[in-house]
Structure formats: structure tokens, C-alpha cells
T-cell receptor
Framework: GENVEQHPSTLSVQEGDSAVIKCTYS??????FPWYKQELGKRPQLIID?????GEKKDQRIAVTLNKTAKHFSLHITETQPEDSAVYFC???????????FGDGTTLTVKP | DVKVTQSSRYLVKRTGEKVFLECVQD?????MFWYRQDPGLGLRLIYF???????EKGDIPEGYSVSREKKERFSLILESASTNQTSMYLC?????????????FGPGTRLTVT
């Protein structure tokens, strides 16, 4: 089955700096890669996703890049703010399979 | 707005008890999931269902069973609760069909087994 590895497990940055979280996946057939943000005490929510026919996607301060050959994808957050502090999960799936395999999560702390 | 609700936010049970966790979604989603969330271990899939009365094992199904009698409701059952099942349990749902794979999560149930 699919295996997703996520790094780093914790990340601390100064407000205004950029943050990068990286994930690798094992199943070359995976074609959908969502990122979820979970604030303390709240449920995970989708913040951005990318499909395998696209190499990069951007939404304001967040962007995701995908390298299908290397089987890795990354989340980039620019101009970080304290409210970006949360746990971020990457995931990989087949769009016709329903389920996703999640990474172990990255705890991002943005220091004011 | 998609809404996924779970029957309890906090639950305390004794070892050996039978425990039912219920999840309801209001968006007519075909897929429903049960995850367990433990620090440093991410979201681990216990079971999922892609249709009424259909279920598939996830990565850690041992000690759990599920039931889906109606499309909107997915129940997780701990037949005989054990202390190593103390955890946060998250339910999620998603639509099927191409291009619709976002999972919507419930608020979670923090289960403590003593």
C-alpha cells in the first residue's frame, strides 16, 4: 500500500519568514495530494491540494509543488504569521480509491 | 456548508466495555472514514466505507468494527475496550467521483479507557 513520509516533524520560524514542509510517497499511481491544517483543539481542514497533472499550485501565501518523478511534494508558506501555527498533514491518494494515506504531521510554530 | 458531527467530544470507559462512537454527515457523501490520532503518529485509518453496508479495513483495524446501515451514519465499535485504545478518534467523509476528494472531518471524540 501507499506510504507517506513527512519532514520535519517540528518546525519553528520567526514571523515573516518562510516555512517549507516536505513529503514523499511510495505509490507512483497516486494522483491526488491534499494538505490539511489542524489548529490546536480543532478538526483538520483542507488548505490546498494538487493533482498529478499539475506541477505547482498557489493560493495567496501558500503554495504546493509536486515532483512526480521523485515522488515528493512540498508545502510552502511565505510571510508566516502567528495564526499559521498549527499541525500540517500531507496526504496521497488515488482519486478513484476514496481513501488517503496521511503523513505523520508537522507542528509549525511561528514566533512573533 | 458540510457538517460532520460526532456523538461525543469526550468519553470515559472502563476496560472490557463495549463502546460505540457515532458519526453523521449531512452532505450525502458516499465515503466515510474513521481515524485514530495519536501524538507523532498522524492520522491512522481504522476503517472506511464507500457505500451503505460496505466497509474496508484500513491500516489498524484490529480491535475495532464498523457499521454503516444508512448513508449518513458511520459507527465505530470497540467490542471490548482496552487501555491502548485511549486516543482521539476522528470521523471524516468525502464525495466520490473524479475531482472530489477533499475529506471533511468531524470535531473528534477523545476516548479514555481506564
Amino acid at each position: 500500500g501507499e506510504n507517506v513520509e513527512q519532514h520535519p516533524s517540528t518546525l519553528s520560524v520567526q514571523e515573516g519568514d518562510s516555512a517549507v514542509i516536505k513529503c514523499t510517497y511510495s505509490d507512483s499511481a497516486s494522483n491526488y495530494f491534499p494538505w490539511y491544517k489542524q489548529e490546536l483543539g480543532k478538526r483538520p481542514q483542507l488548505i490546498i491540494d494538487i493533482r498529478s497533472n499539475v506541477g505547482e499550485k498557489k493560493d495567496q501565501r501558500i503554495a504546493v509543488t509536486l515532483n512526480k518523478t521523485a515522488k515528493h511534494f512540498s508545502l510552502h508558506i511565505t510571510e508566516t504569521q502567528p495564526e499559521d501555527s498549527a499541525v500540517y498533514f500531507c496526504a496521497a491518494s488515488l482519486t478513484n480509491a476514496g481513501k488517503s494515506t496521511f503523513g505523520d504531521g508537522t507542528t509549525l510554530t511561528v514566533k512573533p | 456548508d458540510v457538517k460532520v458531527t460526532q456523538s461525543s467530544r469526550y468519553l470515559v470507559k472502563r476496560t472490557g466495555e463495549k463502546v460505540f462512537l457515532e458519526c453523521v454527515q449531512d452532505m450525502d457523501h458516499e465515503n466515510m472514514f474513521w481515524y485514530r490520532q495519536d501524538p507523532g503518529l498522524g492520522l491512522r485509518l481504522i476503517y472506511f466505507s464507500y457505500d451503505v453496508k460496505m466497509k474496508e479495513k484500513g491500516d489498524i483495524p484490529e480491535g475495532y468494527s464498523v457499521s454503516r446501515e444508512k448513508k449518513e451514519r458511520f459507527s465505530l465499535i470497540l467490542e471490548s475496550a482496552s487501555t491502548n485504545q485511549t486516543s482521539m478518534y476522528l470521523c471524516a467523509s468525502s464525495a466520490s467521483g473524479q475531482g472530489l476528494r477533499e475529506q471533511y472531518f468531524g470535531p473528534g471524540t477523545r476516548l479514555t479507557v481506564t
